[in-house]
């Protein structure tokens, strides 16, 4: 599920924006591509510092739309590529999974882990 272009995507600079919906409404945050992980049975692993609005979110409905891009990654008609991500998520804090991300980001208190659904090339 996970393209070559969106892996070269996640090594470069770049922001991402993370949209879910709670029973306010919508909330979006932000963190950057570099700190996406993935992890062995496919899911995309991001360390959370904070996110507390995002964790509430994803309690009350799992759905995640995530988009990320590069300037610096040949796209689908010139330089500069995007995707967006359609998935659900969950949020883990503790295990071997939370353990081996937080020996990379120390700061993180958890993992949004989200299971992809589609993950569609935008530019």
Known sequence: MISEKLQEIMKKDGVVAIATLGEDGLHMVNTWNSYIRVSSDGRLFIPAGYMHKTEV???????????LGSSK????????????IKGKAAFITSGPDFDIMK?????????????????????
């Open 57 to 67: 979110n994803i309690a009350y409905n799992p759905n995640v739309l995530i988009t």
């Open 73 to 84: 990654v040949e796209g689908l008609h010139g330089v500069g590529a995007g995707f967006l």
């Open 103 to 123: 020996a990379t980001f120390s700061w993180l208190r958890a993992i949004l882990a989200v299971t992809i659904e589609s993950a569609t090339q935008t530019w």
